[in-house]
């Protein structure tokens, strides 16, 4: 099936730290993957994304790269900011038929970063 | 541009009652998607409109959910009745269609529904 893990949260770093989230996917084809990010009260954003393996999704400092051999699309930022606070969805993309693709979601991991 | 546009939203009733949302997609959006997102989850989707026509339901509970999209623009989410298990954000979320691969989704702010 089309299936996304993702690192369970909540994840609370210190402004300026590092970041991972770690997210893996099954697979089925060649699915584009993404980085979804949902701030305080508000909807969900397209963070970044990547079609192919070896692509490089980068967005507001944020990375993720397609690895095939590892089927995982983690997300990394070299130095957070309190701005940054939100929960963080992987997803892939199935093709539905008629034309249309569809999102599978992972769970989310929530970040809280401190000053 | 305007984004997607939902309401209500918050809603909170008591089980067995009956509730409806509504969503209004980006102008000239042919995809209409309605989402379920339980707290903790990701947003699992409910179903998929191309215009007025439905893509893909399998994941509505067709026995108390109905989704509708006349004219092919804005659309309502129903659940009747509704369950404890129900208590949610509904995502409405839309997007272009054709082109040779995907098309972009983009999210309107949710529908929190607690159910008591």
């Known amino acids: 099936g089309n299936s996304v893990t993702q690192m369970e949260g909540p994840v609370t770093l210190s402004e300026e730290a590092f970041l991972t989230i770690n997210c893996t996917y099954t697979?089925?084809?060649?699915?584009?993957l993404f980085w979804y990010v949902q701030y305080p009260g508000e909807g969900l954003q397209l963070l970044l994304k990547a079609t192919k393996a070896d692509d490089k999704g980068s967005n507001k400092g944020f990375e993720a790269t397609y690895r095939k051999e590892t089927t995982s699309f983690h997300l990394e930022k070299g130095s957070v900011q309190v701005s940054d606070s939100a929960v963080y969805f992987c997803?892939?993309?199935?093709?539905?038929?008629?034309?249309?693709?569809?999102?599978?979601f992972g769970k989310g991991t929530k970040l809280s970063v401190i000053p | 541009e305007a984004g997607v546009a939902q309401s209500p939203r918050y809603k909170i009733i008591e089980k067995r009652q009956s509730v409806a949302f509504w969503c209004n997609p980006i102008?000239?959006?042919?995809?209409l998607y309605w989402y379920q997102q339980i707290l903790g989850q990701g947003p699992k989707l409910l179903i998929q409109?191309?215009?007025?026509?439905?893509?893909?339901d399998s994941q509505l509970p067709k026995d108390r959910f109905s989704a509708e999209r006349l004219k092919g623009v804005d659309s309502t989410l129903k659940i009747q009745p509704a369950k404890l298990e129900d208590s949610a954000v509904y995502l409405c979320a839309s997007s272009t269609s054709g082109g040779a691969g995907y098309n972009e989704q983009f999210f309107g702010p949710g529908t929190r529904l607690t159910v008591l």
């Open positions: 997803a892939r993309i199935a093709y539905s038929g008629a034309g249309s693709y569809q999102l599978t």
């Open positions: 697979a089925t084809g060649y699915p584009s």
């Open positions: 409109f191309q215009n007025n026509g439905v893509v893909d």
């Open positions: 102008s000239g959006h042919a995809t």
